[in-house]
């Protein structure tokens, strides 16, 4: 049987969900011997240990200051070399790029390595030297590429990525989540749109507070639910002008608070103005929620425009509200969307059905 070692060296957010995900979807089809290389530090470690999963664990970073400290305490990683080694993983499989990824990638010699790229550049308030240069050396070490959208193919191959070794996995829904989560029981009579996840300036949250200020004419009493990490000081304005209409959540939020903030709303707005694509939108599709979002980068391959929610160009204040404003005015609708993207996400964004395509990779090899 085949090893393959999932490493996942991130500590907080969606990546070592993600993780988790994919690897128990890789136990599950039987074909691998599958170890897990995490973080101590990682926020969901008490669910990698309940798992069942193998792991290796290292002690990582919480900052600038803690990387270049840990990096340099070789103990650590003559450690791991030794772990590695032990294990002798046929396969490395990176779910999300980490700084420590060259060195463990260089540690496995023996292994081919399966990388998966969520960005291909950096988005809009993110741009990073370091990060732009880690992706490069990662691509270079690696044997294949998963992208999670087909968009993103031509400009990993002006990156000078080779096209045939690029395959495409679409991002599965977050049941993580939503395991208490019963479709039949969804209500959309909460009066709430959510926009959700971390508040950077490519998230276009300024285009929906602008948006809002047309739709609350409509429907005075709708609110929106703001919930992520991130800095709102520059909407601050906007904010101001349409207050009475929003719930405010901009701090971490905790996976065990995630349900709550989808089970109160009514559907999801994804206004972003550039995309590679969207891990908040099969989220969303996992607890019933349909999605308006932006007809942007791989969003399209997401979003099935009159199914699982609707599509509207980016920047585009005056559709998003009136998007919005038929939304609120049309509960059944939403009902019927909302029950379509569940079934969508079920069906076609599955973790089984990644870990089969990420299998078909690894075949390749």
Known sequence: MKKILVVNLGRKGAGPVYSLEMSKALLKLGKF??????SRQCENYEAWVKSGIQLITIDTFESNKEFILNTFKIHNFIRLNKELKKFD???LYIPMIHLWNPIVNFL?????IITTIHDVTQHKGEESLIMDSLRKIVLKQSHRVIILSESLRSKLVSQKVKSDIISVI???NFSYYSENFEISHKNYDNETILFFGRINPYKGLDILLE???IVIKSYPKIKLNIVGNGDISSYLDLVEQVKDNLELNVRWIKDEEVEGFFSRADFVVVPYIEASQSGVIPLSYSMGLPVIAS???GIPEQVLDGETGYLVEPKDIKSLAEKIIFMIGNKEKVKILGNSAYTFAKEKLSWEGSAQLLSQVVDTL
């Open 108 to 112: 496995s010699k023996k292994a081919k």
């Open 89 to 91: 993983a046929d396969y």
């Open 295 to 297: 007809n942007i980068g």
């Open 211 to 213: 948006a809002m200020k």
């Open 33 to 38: 011997q599958v170890k897990v290389l995490i």
């Open 170 to 172: 679409p991002h599965a």
